[in-house]
């Protein structure tokens, strides 16, 4: 059974900097592409960002690009966001999720992935 656990959520001030993890157990991690997505209140989740299975690639929704960084750490199993400058519009509940099949391409949408996290809060006040 594959299981992802995030953790490193919390309250910021705005400008802020917080370090998501996402701990994965269950199957071959390191095969395949991972992603962050976001829920805030009333809204759909969204893309944040994503990285393929060696990390060589990564890509990210345009409103994060330049203050957050995808990364992972295989013999870890755990692929990380690291967050920076951050903004009140950024609150929301954070899930990280693995890609549906071996594909290294880039995956933007919720049905383009297989298996999600329970979620991490991140409230920025401003």
């Known amino acids: 059974q594959v299981q992802l656990v995030e953790s490193g959520g919390g309250l910021v001030q705005a400008g802020g900097s917080l370090r998501l993890s996402c701990a994965a157990s269950?199957?071959?991690?390191?095969?395949?592409?991972m992603g962050w997505f976001r829920q805030a209140p009333g809204k759909e989740r969204e893309f944040v960002a994503h990285?393929?299975?060696?990390?060589?690639?990564?890509y990210y929704a345009d409103s994060v690009k330049g203050r957050f960084t995808i990364s992972r750490d295989n013999f870890k199993n755990t692929v990380y966001l690291q967050m920076n400058s951050l903004k009140p519009e950024d609150t929301a509940v954070y899930y990280c999720?693995?890609?549906?099949?071996?594909?290294?391409?880039?995956?933007?949408?919720?049905?383009?992935?297989?298996?999600w996290g329970q979620g991490t809060q991140v409230t920025v006040s401003s």
């Open positions: 990285i393929n299975w060696i990390g060589g690639r990564t």
């Open positions: 999720a693995i890609r549906r099949g071996f594909s290294q391409e880039l995956a933007a949408t919720v049905d383009e992935y297989g298996y």
């Open positions: 269950g199957r071959a991690f390191n095969s395949y592409a």
